[in-house]
């Protein structure tokens, strides 16, 4: 062994891409502007800066006092992560730190370095590292953003600069030593002070947390608790507070922090982790009294309250500052004095706040007072430290007369003893260390106080063990701790400490490596303890054996490292004596550096001419990936990179396989071994690492690569030794004595004895030469022996067991089958030897002319077979993948297949595949595996296989519907498991034909919820679009060039002005494509222009009385004007995205005219006419919400856009106002800060409160949130307790705070708030002269809001049975003597209403409509009879007389939604509301006397239109024709008698009022449709101005107006219990009569129609063309009571039905691919279709055009179908192609391999083949399988040419059949649609031809060569290849198994009787069967039969 291991110490690699080092940073400081004002401020004397600049001048004067402050720097290097998605990022990232800059930098081998961020900072940078922060998404904590930021950490704060451009300030509460990067967040070292040491006078046992974590930049620093290995009494989870413990390295993964104990000089490992709930309560509620522990604690409240009150220090009288009169300080500066703390002080309060980070924490009090502890730092802390090493290490052993109290400790009596200590709240702690291993402690031996380790790292070797490594310098040595995870991951456990002598080491983590630099100045490369070799550095000195004999190094020299401050600056070692170390330390170093050279001059190399002595390595830093820098000894770098182990993916591969198979000992060798040939320096090229793999593998095997031909063609000029290679880099006289005498000891040597050796560059001419003779091959000499001492001789079997399942692997991936081939030499070599006949067969037969080429055999005798450890696993059987696959297809049964784990992934996938596709078995991919799969597990175990018994035959036979759920099943597993479009194009193509089958199925019938990857593996780009939830592009570029769909064209300005350019022209556009009807809206809804006044002057008019007259026409005009927003809002509804930077553009409301004809202004201002005051303050406030609703919920909205639309002026406060209750509507309010709205509603201005209250209720529905409930209550005296002060609240607002508390407690049966409201609806007017006007509103809003809380809850009202809310409400609704109330107590103290009297009764016309409507929500759609018929209109006279008819309306709605199943949509049903009475004298001339005509009337017009109202909530959006007659004919027959006599009895205020109701009625059942019938009565009314059309009917048609255009037509009513809630709120059947009229119903409430509308248009769009394009549905309905599940044909765009209402919705072909929406498994994903716009992504067919082309379909390529098929395809022409398809591989197919030309000579069969494919492929929609057609034609040629070197094609091609003959057995039905065959893919006709020409070729063949089937039987060799060759496609073709040496069993029988029983027992398959009879049987009559039969049937 010792020879083995001198020669490992021997070789040597070559490391590569030297690069000298310069930190990217250095560079760029001295071009920043800021270097400048650093040398000024140097330049001015230190009093000047003093008064000048606070504490900065500090900083100045201190530079002074030290210049080497000017040139500390530091930097540290990582692998490059920012900005790239990927993982393999191939660039570095430089942190570099110098004076107050940090700049961060990225730059690669191949790319130039660039700044990424440079940052600049007030006072000198303490330190700068990366830190990722975890955000929590949600409140949940179960998603983690992380926050990738650079922290820079000065003397009293940290700033944290994110990525993503944020920045905080967190100000440090103490002085911090040092700063740790975890996976949490921060780490924080307090600076442990003089104080702190036992001496201090503070109370002992109460030492500070020394360790702090920060999680996030805007969290409270907190201490951080230890849970120590040894739990005893003493040592439970306690504060880390132990001074003497320094934290030297953190990790993120694991999560790890190592700590050096400075006393007992050992080094911990602590795992670092969020602490547990038990945890935290155990160090809260530690008692004093077990303080007294080794880590020393205090109690918490003491923590606490110091932490938060060190503030009082703040005073210069009691305070001093510690001592800071280190070596290093002129003494003059010991101690501070109060005027410089002051100054110190007025600078920091300066710096902290400087940031918005600071000023967003500064409301936390515990935050505030850390800011002022940070404050009462002392003046010493920005001493500057002079290097890295002694930047923390000032001494503190003489502290100054004045300085007793630490400023972070404070006496003992100033913090216990304070009053308000109790009342701090603990600070919980975060985070846990808990220690995982300790260091030994070395017994007896005196340790060096410095044994502290300066550097930890992680690294790892080859076979993947884990390595905490820690250097100690002054032991010069590299400790090793192996590690290993525990079952439970988040555990590791430390197993043993191996130490390696290193001065320097650092890891490199991609080649699992490290580099050790040793105490001789050589570099040595590890993989984790095991040495693998030097590394020769080309220009640097590597030191030779005997330099380092006799040099007289100082392996204590404790400043070794400090001799560059660039190097010091980012260790992190600070020894407490390095500081007061003597300073010749640079005369030691060059005393050494003298040494070096004189030694490097007397040794013999002194011959070559150098003029300088070579720099020697001094250190290493920085590793990245496999590079790192070398520090050499005169401060320059040299950056270089360490080989990778291998760089081609084969040799990767077979190492992985060595590497899992072998024992971990065996394994570290061979890949030392390899790695050493592989990288020697000077070595071979990349090209020929294959080469160098087999002959290194097949050394240590015992093979003599020398001796085998084959082995020998692999050779260079140099034969591959280590030792040799290792040794030719060197120059040719560099070698000495020892180097020889290695040679000859070697091992390597003994075994060439024979071979002449001349020197160190060492060739063989002989053998080289020799290697082509042919001689040498024919004949097998003596010496092709192995060698059985070799380290893998006992290995063989196995290794060529895994070698042969990788081979298997590397045959299903076209990209690496080359490597396939260079493997099979090997393992035919090994078969050969381990006589594995079988094996041996197998590679022949994949590649025939290949393999006989090999013919030599190793001998290995009985005895040395007998040391080869013959694993379970290696079966006589050869596992082959294509065959097992082939089993799966033919439906036989299939042993399980093995593979290695990790390795063999693609084998994995494919056998699961046929498992579960082919197979059947659905669990193939989860509980059944081991089927189907043999896990070989690792050092020489078994492979997990299962018996025989329990294969199972699966039927072939399936049904067609489990066949579909397969190919899905299959499709998302392959996903799942990482599968992608492009490793299905490198599957060879018969073994991807299922899965290309499983795609296909997949494709034609997806699921509309499948994942993003899964729709790309289908290749639906329509999917895939719709999954990345794209919207429609909103740009006016995008508008289709062929129909206009923009409006008339209009100048900028005005399209700007009217509100409504919004709406998406394409989607309307397509929606009503044939007239203009969206303009016509527009114009009619616009209000942003002067109308036009006609009024014609007559004779006898003077000219005053016609301006009088225009005006009042103005005036009546104005009345429509101002009611046009309302109409508008719904028009426009979301249909705005805002710009963030602009303000919304908010329409004008023109209230001025223009008079024909000359066009004059006619304005209201003049004075002529009287105007009511504030006429348009409510048609303001509704301008404003019009504009706000025009904001779609998915905008970008945020509180500060929302404060900065606030206008300047008063005047536009209404606007506002609006603007802010829409924002509430469409939801984005919740994002206004808490105190911008008290803000708002302080401010007292009446809209806005209105606004502001009804916006954040509807925001808020049904959330029950309790601070809006507060903000509510404040406006509703019911709420408030009796004894609260009055508030003078107007009473709209109070209405607005009514109805918001229906909202935010919607469907919730709130106790309480139901109770008060109930109470509410009766409330007396009074006190005084208070709540007299306008109290119908008040009760009505009550009512609302009582019906909103117990919404639909109807009689299962629970708790509430004591209020008899039923009876309470009748009594409300008909009236009698008032009750006494339990909650009204708040009554008894108020004084009666000095202007009402009403007595004890209850006034009926007050609280009759809040209690009808209140009735109508609790008991909505219960179906209630009893309730329904109280609700009942009176059927006599005398009862009639009683109740106001419009309450009949209102009685009449509430009844019919309470029996909501019972609502029809016919005139019949609505008649039937009307009572017996009414309609029998209705349409009498002749009446009784005592019936009053009016009354009755009126009763009929009010009950019609209440029944035409609940057609109208019941049919909501739905677009009922049947519904939409009934209200039409209703609506006719009501504007008929407005013009007819009757109009004089009924009133024409009462017709107008059941016309208005009746249209709003037909307009939500057409909501969102546009319907033409409904416009024209719109715009009928619209124009209708003068007598009784008043402000609120005008409101009622412009409301009907935008309901039906709803959103622009993308969106309609919802029927939900919620909508109808908030529809009966907006459509409150009594308008107001003039614009400021809020007496019966508040107007801000008719804008809550919003919340009952619901986005249902579903727009499809081209995913090609990203346009709105017509698509044909399908949508079914769900089976109701009415009707049977139906389906109905739909053409998109489309408004859908209620989604509760269906089944599925599906785009129907033929022109766009199928895709269904199945909704039976939820709404959701239809839902958020919808919510984005609607769009629906769809993909046109080839060759086919869209409808808005071709709306018949007659000009589609595919229509041309008449004649039979093969004709079609002749008629194909290539250049068509280009309408099928876009795709430029096929277009570019067409042009060169389906037309005749120069170039191409094809014959034109071939020609018309290729078109007849590329016509296939297309209209079949699957261009992917032309690879597969030609691959096909491909096979047969070559085969009929008799040109196919492997059989490799010959397998596809049998797959393939195989797959297609699986299919043919099914039935007919189950093959798939139109009976195409479609289901296997591939056209019928192509097939069977080409299955007969290889047939026909296959049997011709054998018929003439029956001798090479006798030869190949009897074991002979073949003469020929050819024949080999033609013989193996044949065996391979027809499935027959191994046949040699058989050929006496077969032809030993005469008969074919016999010969059919020999076959079956080999296994012969019976198509292989009969073409093997008539060779073997050898009669001709037989030939031509066995030749014939099998071309039709097999």
């Known amino acids: 062994m010792s020879d083995v291991l001198c020669e490992e110490r021997a070789t040597m690699i070559a490391a590569g891409e030297l690069q000298s080092f310069v930190p990217f940073g250095r560079e760029h400081c001295r071009n920043h502007p800021n270097a400048i004002n650093l040398q000024l401020r140097q330049l001015q004397p230190a009093s000047e800066l003093w008064a000048s600049d606070g504490a900065a001048g500090l900083v100045g004067s201190l530079q002074e006092v030290t210049l080497q402050e000017i040139e500390r720097e ?74 990738q930021t650079v922290c820079i950490v000065q003397t009293n704060c940290v700033n944290v600069h994110s990525v993503t451009g944020k920045d905080f300030t967190s100000p440090l509460p103490f002085q911090v030593s040092n700063l740790w990067s975890t996976k949490y967040g921060l780490l924080l070292e307090r600076k442990i002070t003089a104080t702190d040491a036992p001496a201090s006078l503070s109370l002992p046992g109460e030492p500070l947390p020394t360790v702090f974590s920060m999680l996030h930049p805007l969290d ?12 005893n009494e003493g040592s439970r989870v306690q504060y880390v507070s132990d001074s003497t413990m320094k934290i030297i390295f953190s990790c993120c993964q694991p999560s790890l922090v190592v700590s050096y104990d400075t006393i007992q ?192 790292f992680l690294t790892s070797d080859l076979c993947e063990n884990h390595y905490l ?29 191996t130490s390696i002598p290193a001065k320097d080491a650092a890891p490199l983590q991609d080649i699992d490596a490290m580099l050790v630099l040793e105490a001789n100045g050589s570099l040595v490369l590890y993989t984790g303890v095991n040495r693998v070799s030097k590394v020769f550095v080309p220009g640097l000195l590597s030191p030779t054996f005997n330099l380092s004999n006799h040099l007289p190094y100082r392996g204590s020299t404790p400043l070794d490292n400090i001799s560059t401050p660039a190097n010091a600056a980012s260790r992190h070692i600070h020894r407490l004596d390095e500081a007061t ?96 040939i592989y990288n020697a320096p000077g070595g071979p090229g990349i090209h020929t690492e294959w080469n160098q793999f087999v002959t290194c593998l097949m050394s240590l095997m015992g093979y003599n690569t020398e001796h085998l031909s084959w082995a020998r063609s692999l050779h260079f000029e140099v034969p591959l030794s280590p030792v040799i290679a290792a040794k030719k880099a060197r120059p040719s006289d560099g070698g000495s004595d020892e180097d020889w005498e290695h040679l000859l000891g070697s091992h390597y040597h003994r075994q060439m004895a024979s071979q002449p050796v001349c020197g160190p560059t060492v060739s063989y001419p002989a053998p080289a030469a020799s290697a082509t003779a042919p001689s040498d091959t024919d004949h097998s000499s003596p010496c092709l022996r192995l060698d059985s001492s070799a380290p893998l001789f006992s290995h063989i079997p196995a290794l060529f067991y895994v070698l042969h399942l990788l081979y298997q692997e590397l045959l299903l991936d076209e990209l690496q089958r080359a490597g396939a081939k260079s493997l099979v030499c090997v393992l035919q070599q090994l078969a050969r030897d381990l006589q594995l006949q079988h094996y041996v067969d197998q590679y022949w037969r994949d590649y025939p002319s290949f393999i006989s080429s090999f013919t030599e055999t190793c001998l290995i005798d009985q005895a040395q077979i007998g040391q080869m450890q013959r694993p379970l696993f290696l079966r006589a059987e050869p596992p082959s993948i294509f065959s097992w696959l082939s089993s ?64 199972r035959r699966q039927s072939s036979m399936k049904s067609e519907t489990s066949n579909e759920s397969l190919a899905e099943k299959l499709v998302v597993w ?190 209201l201002n003049s004075g002529n006419i009287d105007v009511p005051p504030n006429m348009t303050s409510w048609s303001s406030f509704h301008n404003g919400v019009a504009a706000g609703l025009k904001i779609a919920p998915a905008s970008q909205v945020d509180s500060a856009w929302i404060a900065y639309n606030k206008p300047k002026s008063p005047e536009l406060a209404n606007e506002y106002a609006g603007f802010l209750m829409a924002l509430g509507l469409n939801g984005h309010l919740t994002k206004l800060a808490t105190l911008n709205i008290h803000d708002y509603l302080t401010k007292g201005h009446e809209m806005t409160s209105i606004g502001l209250l009804l916006g954040v209720s509807s925001a808020k529905l049904g959330t029950m949130d309790m601070s809006i409930t507060r903000l509510l209550s404040i406006h509703i005296p019911a709420l408030l307790p009796p004894t609260s002060t009055e508030l003078d609240v107007p009473h709209n607002v109070q209405v607005a705070a009514v109805v918001g508390i229906g909202l935010v407690y919607q469907g919730t049966g709130h106790r309480h708030n139901a109770e008060v409201l109930l109470a509410e609806i009766g409330r007396l007017p009074g006190p005084e002269m208070e709540f007299s006007t306008d109290r119908e509103s008040y009760s009505l809003a ?19 049975t004591d209020l008899n809310v039923p009876e309470q409400l009748y009594q409300y609704m008909v009236g009698g003597h008032r009750r006494t109330q339990a909650g009204a107590n708040r009554e008894k103290h108020k004084s009666p209403s000095y202007q009402i009297k009403e007595g004890d009764t209850i006034n009926v016309d007050v609280t009759c409509p809040g209690a009808t409507l209140a009735f109508a929500m609790i008991y909505l759609k219960t179906n209630n009879r009893s309730i329904a018929d109280w609700l009942k209109a009176p059927d006599t006279m005398f009862l009639l007389d009683f109740i106001k008819p419009e309450f009949l309306l209102l009685r009449t709605l509430a009844r019919c939604i309470i029996m909501w199943d019972e609502i029809l949509p016919n005139a019949e049903w609505v008649s039937s509301n009307v009572p017996l009475i009414i309609l029998e004298n209705i349409g009498n001339t002749v009446v009784s006397e005592d019936l009053n005509m009016e009354t009755l009337a009126q009763a009929h017009d009010y009950i019609i239109a209440g029944a035409c109202m609940a057609v109208g909530f019941r049919f909501a959006g739905s677009a009922n024709s049947d519904a939409f007659e009934c209200l039409y004919k209703f609506a006719r027959s009501f504007m008929k008698c407005l013009t007819s006599a009757p109009a004089t009895v009924t009133g024409h205020y009462n017709l107008q009022t059941c016309l208005s109701m009746v249209l709003l009625s037909l307009s939500m059942v057409m909501s969102g449709s546009g319907n033409l019938k409904v416009l024209q009565l719109c715009r009928f009314l619209h124009k209708r101005t003068s007598g009784e059309m008043n402000y609120g009917f005008h409101m009622a048609h412009h409301m009907a107006l935008g309901l039906l255009f709803l959103g622009g037509g993308r969106y309609t009513l919802s029927t939900s219990n919620s909508s109808i809630a908030a529809l009966l709120c907006a459509l409150y059947p009594h308008f107001p009569v003039h614009s400021t009229d809020n007496r019966y119903h508040l107007q801000a409430l008719r804008h809550l129609v919003v919340l009952a509308a619901e986005p249902r248009l579903l727009v499809p769009v081209d995913v090609d063309s990203l346009k709105p394009c017509y698509a044909l549905l399908d949508v079914t309905y769900k089976e109701t009571q009415w009707y049977e599940e139906t389906t109905v044909e739909l053409m998109a765009p489309t408004m859908l039905p209620e989604l509760q209402l269906l089944k599925r919705i599906k785009v129907k072909g033929p022109r766009y691919w199928e895709l269904s929406i199945d909704l039976s498994k939820g709404t959701q994903h239809l839902e958020s279709i919808l919510t984005r716009d609607g769009v629906l992504y769809v993909k046109l067919r080839a060759g086919q055009l869209p409808y808005k082309d071709d709306p018949h379909g007659w000009k589609s390529l595919l229509a041309c179908n008449v004649n039979s098929h093969n004709s079609e395809v002749r008629a194909f022409k290539p250049e068509a192609i280009s309408t099928f398809t876009s795709e430029p591989a096929l277009v570019s197919f067409a042009e060169f391999f389906c037309k005749a030309s120069e170039a191409m000579k094809h014959s034109e069969e071939r020609l018309a083949l290729f078109s007849a494919m590329l016509y296939e492929c297309v209209t079949q929609e699957n261009p992917d399988m032309l690879p597969t057609y030609i691959a096909i034609d491909q096979v047969v040629h070559s085969l009929r040419e008799g040109d196919l070197s492997e059989t490799f094609p010959l397998w596809q091609m049998r797959l393939v059949l195989e797959l297609c003959e699986s299919r043919v057995l099914r039935t007919p039905q189950q093959n798939g649609h139109g009976g195409r065959g479609r289901g296997a893919l591939l056209c019928s006709e192509f097939l069977p031809v080409m299955k007969n020409t290889a047939d026909v070729t296959l049997d011709t063949w054998i018929a003439d060569n029956s001798s090479v089937l006798t030869t190949y039987m009897k074991g002979e060799d073949f003469t020929e290849d050819t024949q080999s060759t033609m013989l193996a496609c044949f065996l391979v073709y027809h499935s027959v198994p191994y046949l040699r040496n058989t050929h006496a069993q077969l032809a030993g029988g005469r008969s074919l009787g016999d010969l059919l029983l020999s076959c079956s027992q080999l296994g012969i398959p019976l198509r292989g069967l009969l073409r093997l009879g008539t060779v073997m049987l050898g009669t001709t009559s037989g030939s031509q039969a066995g030749v014939g039969f099998p071309q039709c049937a097999y």
């Open 974 to 1163: 392959l996903t799942s498991a990482g599968f992608t479009l492009k490793d299905l194009e490198s599957v060879p193509f018969g073994v991807a034909l299922p899965i290309r089958e499983a795609i296909y199925h997949c494709r034609e019938q997806p699921c509309s919820d499948w994942s993003e990857e899964v729709c790309l593996l289908i290749g639906r780009q329509d999917l895939t679009k719709q999954a990345h939830k794209m919207t429609v592009a909103k740009k006016k570029a995008s508008v289709g060039s062929g129909l206009n769909l923009e409006p008339p064209t209009t100048t900028e300005a005005d399209e700007e002005e009217d509100g409504m350019s919004d709406i998406i022209q394409e989607v309307t556009g397509l929606i009503w494509s044939q007239d203009l009807r969206v303009h016509e809206v527009r114009r009619l809804l616009q209000s942003s222009r002067p109308v036009r006044v006609s009024v014609v002057q007559l004779p006898e008019v003077s000219d005053h009385e016609f301006i009088e007259e225009k005006e009042n026409k103005l005036l009546q005009l104005c009345q429509r004007t101002m009611s046009l927003p309302v109409g508008r809002g719904l028009f426009t509804l979301f249909s705005y995205h805002p710009v963030p930077t602009e303000p919304l553009p908010v329409p004008k409301l023109n209230l001025t005219g223009r008079a024909q004809p000359r066009n004059t202004m006619v304005d």
């Open 220 to 231: 409270e620093i907190k201490p951080v608790v230890c849970k120590p290995a040894v739990v």
């Open 1342 to 1360: 009550a009512g609302l809001a009582l019906g909103m809380v117990c919404l639909g809850h109807g009689s299962n009202l629970i708790g509430m």
């Open 265 to 456: 000089g050992t080094h911990s490992v602590w795992a670092l982790r969020k602490v547990t709930a038990d945890e935290q309560s155990a160090v809260l509620r530690r008692p004093v009294e077990q303080l007294g522990t080794p880590m020393g604690l205090m109690a918490p409240g003491f923590l606490t309250s110091h932490l938060r009150n060190v503030s009082r220090l703040d005073s210069p009288g009691g305070y001093s500052g510690p001592a800071a009169s280190g070596p290093s300080l002129p003494s003059g500066m010991a101690t501070s004095s109060p005027l410089h703390f002051s100054t110190l002080h007025g600078h920091q309060t300066r710096i902290v706040p400087s940031s918005p980070g600071y000023h967003s924490r500064v409301h936390s009090p515990s935050i505030s007072n850390m800011a002022a502890l940070s404050r009462s730092h002392s003046p010493g802390m920005a001493t500057p430290s002079f290097s890295g090493a002694a930047r923390f290490n000032t001494s503190f052993h003489s502290p100054s007369s004045r300085g007793q109290h630490c400023s972070l400790l404070p006496s003992p009596n100033s913090t216990t003893n304070e009053p308000e200590m109790p009342e701090m709240e603990p600070i919980m702690p975060d985070l846990c260390m808990e220690q995982l291993w300790s260091e030994t402690a070395a017994a007896g031996s005196i340790r060096e106080m410095s044994s502290q380790a300066s550097k930890v």
């Open 469 to 497: 490594c820690f250097l100690v310098e002054s032991h010069q040595q590299l400790r090793c701790v192996k590690f290993i995870e525990s079952n439970d991951t988040s555990q590791l456990i430390f197993v043993y400490v």
């Open 581 to 676: 170390m003597p300073s010749p330390v640079s005369g030691l170093r060059h005393s050494e550096n003298k040494h070096y050279d004189t030694s490097w001059l007397d040794t013999p190399l002194h011959t070559t001419p150098l003029q300088q002595p070579m720099p020697y390595i001094h250190a290493l830093r920085d590793p990245v990936c496999n590079r790192l820098s070398l520090e050499l000894g005169n401060g320059t770098m040299l950056r270089i990179s360490v080989p990778e182990v291998a760089t081609s993916e084969l040799v990767r591969k077979c190492l992985q396989a060595i590497r899992f198979i072998l024992p971990k000992e065996a394994a570290m060798k061979v890949l030392v071994k390899w790695y050493n």
């Open 74 to 147: 530091s930097w540290q290097l990582r692998k490059g992560c920012v900005g790239s998605g990927q993982e393999n990022a191939g660039f570095e990232e430089e942190l570099y730190t110098a004076g107050n800059m940090v700049i961060w930098s990225q730059g690669s081998r191949a790319q130039a370095s660039s700044v990424y961020k440079a940052f600049t900072v007030d006072s000198p940078v303490q330190q700068a590292l990366w830190c990722n922060f975890a955000v929590p998404q949600s409140k949940k904590d179960v998603d983690e953003d992380i926050e």
């Open 888 to 951: 799966c297809l033919r439906g036989e049964e299939v042993p399980p297949f093995p593979f290695l784990p990790v390795i063999c992934q693609r084998t994995r996938l494919l056998v699961l595949s046929y498992a579960l596709y082919i197979v059947g078995d659905e669990n193939a991919i989860s509980s059944d595996i081991s089927k189907y799969l043999a896990k070989l597990t690792a050092g020489q175990k078994s492979c997990v296989s299962i018996s025989e018994s329990t294969y």
